[in-house]
């Protein structure tokens, strides 16, 4: 991509991060999870356990996820890698992560009190080296205010973490997309 040059003032907004927040009714999740410890902070987890999501409830939930990343995107597909359970109850909490081999990831908040997740800005180590810079050039962090029941949908690359807290539980998981062709792509190959 390249930027046209003009003598008239403009504005680009360029390399934005769009991260997706929406309504889920937690009733039509089913899943079942053996709880375990994951990660380095040992955090209740189903994430090395089994976990199974019934079948309707894989549905619903990528109608969900689906409808709100046509926000941004027209024709594509996606489908569920994998899903998980976490439970902070104890000053449990999240080291930063990313989570690899998808493109996009997901949060459910199933209970919250105040949000703990904290999602950085994937520039944030270079925007810090900035002298000067901070926050006033570019958000190096966002908190979201998320109520029980609502979903976060957001690329997999962006780095996250979970402040210490006893009273939160998630539904995580991450998704395959794949832009498919549109109606506008085969019409002008018809040409």
């Not at 003598?7 to 039509?28: A, H």
């Not at 999602?119 to 570019?138: Q, V, W």
Request: hydrophobic share 35%.
């Amino acid at each position: 991509m390249s930027l046209r040059i003009s003598s008239d003032p403009m504005r680009y907004e360029i390399f934005p991060v769009s991260l997706f927040i929406g309504n889920i009714d937690l009733k039509k999740i089913k899943l079942t999870s053996e709880m375990g410890k994951a990660f380095l902070s040992e955090t209740p987890s189903s994430f090395y356990t089994k976990n199974t999501l019934d079948p309707e409830s894989d549905k619903y939930l990528m109608m969900v996820i689906a409808g709100l990343l046509k926000e941004k995107y027209q024709y594509f597909s996606i489908n569920l890698k994998n899903i998980w359970k976490n439970r902070y109850t104890n000053n449990d909490f999240q080291e930063p992560h990313i989570h690899t081999d998808s493109s996009f990831s997901f949060i459910i908040y199933e209970k919250v009190g105040i949000c703990h997740t904290i999602f950085y800005n994937p520039a944030k180590y270079l925007i810090e080296a900035t002298p000067g810079a901070g926050d006033s050039i570019a958000m190096q962090h966002f908190k979201p205010q998320v109520r029980k029941g609502q979903i976060i949908v957001f690329p997999s690359y962006i780095e996250h973490m979970v402040n210490k807290n006893s009273d939160q539980a998630t539904i995580s998981g991450n998704l395959n997309f794949k832009f498919i062709e549109g109606p506008v792509k085969k019409k002008e190959e018809e040409k």
